[in-house]
T-cell receptor
């Protein structure tokens, strides 16, 4: 089945630093979604990408849809303590049902003051 | 915005009992809702797709007789974990769809602990 691998698995950064994480797939995706999950909560959509090469920003967050359609990147600039959480990429499960999602393995972000 | 609620937020039960979890879309109607399970330090895994007025469709490896899903209305889906065992302890998250991939809104999750 489709697998989404994220790296790094976890990261500790200092407040103010920029963060970069990526997501790779074993097959082509036509949509990439990035979510953030706070501890004990459900995931919240951050950015949606629909076209190869697309670069989209949401505040301090910027995500890119890779040209090969097999990867995507998420960058966070000037991190703050509330950026702590788990970041997941997600894409459609290839069963013909457009609205089913598969999630990546996640990147756990911890910010130190 | 679109708000999805889950009830209860936490539940502890004895092994062998059944537990019902509710998922509600509060400000929109959802013909499709999804149920996910998340074990500690792992990703969300889709369990089943809940369709209003019809039977749920289950992902491979998920026992439909153990995880009963009822989508009785356009705003409510329930997941019943029957004869729960300690290995069913997990974080169960639902989402409600508004028709597109980016239009899935997630509930806050229900933490199930089976003793």
């Amino acid at each position: 089945g489709q697998q989404l691998n994220q790296s790094p698995q976890s990261m500790f950064i200092q407040e103010g630093e920029d963060v970069s994480m990526n997501c790779t797939s074993s097959s082509i995706f036509n949509t990439w979604l990035w979510y953030k999950q706070d501890p004990g909560e459900g995931p919240v959509l951050l950015i949606a990408l629909y076209k190869a090469g697309e670069l989209t920003s949401n505040g301090r967050l910027t995500a890119q849809f890779g040209i090969t359609r097999k990867d995507s990147f998420l960058n966070i600039s000037a991190s703050i303590p509330s950026d702590v959480g788990i970041y997941f990429c997600a894409g459609p499960i290839n069963t013909g049902t457009a609205s089913k999602l598969t999630f990546g393995t996640g990147t756990r972000l911890q910010v130190t003051l | 915005g679109a708000v999805v609620s889950q009830h209860p937020s936490r539940v502890i039960c004895k092994s062998g009992t059944s537990v019902k979890i509710e998922c509600r879309s509060l400000d929109f109607q959802a013909t499709t809702m999804f149920w996910y399970r998340q074990f500690p330090k792992q990703s969300l895994m889709l369990m089943a797709t809940s369709n209003e007025g019809s039977k749920a469709t289950y992902e491979q490896g998920v026992e439909k007789d153990k995880f009963l899903i009822n989508h009785a209305s356009l705003t409510l889906s329930t997941l019943t974990v029957t004869s729960a065992h300690p290995e069913d302890s997990s974080f169960y998250i639902c989402s409600a769809g508004k028709g597109s991939l980016a239009g899935q809104f997630f509930g806050p999750g229900t933490r199930l602990t089976v003793l």
